[in-house]
């Protein structure tokens, strides 16, 4: 029985697959290449317990026949459900790109587990289905559910579908809210953003907003450690959980300092004005990781560590083409 | 300035175009009279105030060129968006349903009011969203939000939509999760099947469940009160309010026996086995409306009363065809 992760050529996907092949899972992938690269796949070619398949999976027909055609000898019995536009500014300017490729590709992955008879789902939602709620500590069952973005608004209502066909269909249902999460290979994020804002200007960082927007990070390696928890200890049917670093969060400003310390330590940083660098982002929220807790696992990373070595990552990752996609 | 009334041949919408007009507003109506029906709208034809286009608003070219052509001489201001899927059992079968009528008419309403610059929306969500929480008391900001229909999903995934835009452009933006609505002119519902299934055995009345599913049931006529009410009372930006009734709702017996009184009071009554009539329904939910009568309105009527209405207005509507549609 094999596992299909969905956004198998991206940043979080390409540390799933890791997990699972070192699990001596047989792990299929599918991904339409529009964010992710095959660079991240390169490394399991030829191994026997791992295939890949480019399909644009908003195309129902496609993402059927790429499915007919990994299953032709070993069924699926679990997706790991990643792909997404991760882009959330370019969604906030072409609503578009979200519909299709966060909600149609969830749209699709569920209709098709329905076909294919797989009864497994993990899902990457987002901590953006939450909206801006920076007065509360936001739990799982936290209440009203009012997105600012077209991203959260997508990931919510993705959340939406499958919780629906759990009800019909499904054995496991698993809903993670993923906080910011940094580390490698990174595509896109403050992390890698602002190393490449560097590079290109290395004298001068200039930074959007006055630096005092304070958000929790977790380092990659972290959350898929989360998840492989809550998916070996929890029970079955439908579960939603947060996961995150068990503190209060880093600063855009230290954020920089570390950046300009590991990157070009002569530089200036230059901020901008006001909490909010763009209509739809949340410029702060409190994440509650109780539940996660309570099923025993816990971050050993806090959000300035998790930050900090994947600041030292990605400066060594090499030059970055395409606006700081790969 | 006009009022663009979507659904606008269906049950909800006749009831509040009746009220816009009365209100002396100019009415545009778009329906692409799957469920809704042209007989509905007969009365308005002629008037200066009232205009209709056949459109199906999952096509976005199609309602564009609607718009374009309702707005030609007379601007939109405001936008009452009524269409979807009201059949949640069909969109149990075929997911497409709910997505398409559901949540690609919202989608394609917020696109277009961002294109025609459009500012105001009212939305009809309903209390499917909240899912099956039968033990708690739902109030707007209750979670989490899991529904068990696709119904149910596409109306929060629609919600989400709302949200994010009322953010980007919106001016005021209400949502609405709407109660078990009845009265005139109904296209389906309990009151209606029970009603024409007694016509068409007028000795034996079949009931899906133990009949001692208990819900409740607001009539049309003060659903479209509350509306106005909070329309016209309400602050400016996003707001999500419950409509519905004061009470604990009534029994599947209980609208069972009244119709049974109403329509054939020799018949017997056959129930069946189970709380729940089919996957997706949500046997029973106790709904608080403390923040409508917070903003100044309440119910006259109780669910038995509103059902009791509802029937002798819908068995004097005189014999249906197509199962219940007109």
């Known amino acids: 029985m094999a596992i299909l992760v969905t956004g198998g050529a991206g940043f979080v996907a390409s540390n799933v697959i890791d997990r699972l092949l070192a699990g001596n899972e047989i792990v299929f992938a599918v991904d339409n ?5 095959v660079q991240n796949l390169e490394h399991y070619r030829g191994g026997g317990s791992f295939r890949f398949i480019e399909a644009d999976l908003a195309d129902v027909d496609a993402y059927r026949a790429a499915i007919a055609e990994l299953t032709r000898q070993t069924p699926i019995h679990e997706v790991w459900h990643l792909a997404a536009n991760s882009d959330i500014r370019a969604g906030s300017l072409d609503s578009a790109l979200d519909l299709r490729d966060t909600f149609m590709t969830t749209f699709n992955t569920v209709r098709l587990m329905d ?9 990457a939602s987002s901590s953006a289905v939450y909206g ?27 959340e939406a579908l499958i919780s629906a066909a759990a ?4 054995e496991k249902a698993l809903i993670f809210r993923f906080p910011n999460v940094v580390g490698m290979p990174a595509t896109h994020g403050i992390v890698l953003d602002l190393v490449n804002r560097l590079r290109t200007s290395p004298e001068l960082l200039s930074v959007l907003g006055d630096g005092s927007q304070k958000k929790q990070y ?27 670093p068990d503190d209060s969060g880093v600063t855009v400003r230290q954020i920089a300092e570390e950046v300009v310390a590991a990157v070009a330590p002569e530089a200036r940083i230059q901020f901008g004005v006001g909490k909010q660098g763009w209509i739809g982002d949340v410029p702060h929220f409190r994440y509650s990781i109780e539940k996660l807790k309570r099923l025993g696992w816990e971050p050993s990373l806090h959000s300035g560590d998790a930050v900090r070595r994947a600041i030292a990552e990605i400066s060594q990752q090499g030059c970055l083409d395409g606006g700081g996609k790969f």
């Not at 290449?33 to 690269?37: K, Q, V, Y």
């Not at 920076?134 to 069952?141: G, M, N």
């Not at 009800?167 to 499904?170: I, K, L, V």
Request: hydrophobic residues 45%; aromatic residues 8%; charged residues 25%.
């Open 33 to 37: 290449l529009s964010l992710g690269s």
């Open 115 to 123: 076909e294919f008879s797989i009864r497994r789902l993990i899902f």
């Open 132 to 158: 801006d709620r920076r007065d509360v500590e936001l739990a799982e069952d936290s209440g009203p559910l009012l997105p600012i973005s077209n991203y959260g608004a997508m990931k919510l209502a993705s």
């Open 167 to 170: 009800q019909r269909f499904m």
């Open 218 to 244: 977790l380092h990659v390696t972290e959350l898929v450690d989360a998840m492989m928890w809550c998916r070996d200890h929890g029970d079955r049917g439908l579960d939603v959980f947060n996961i995150g």
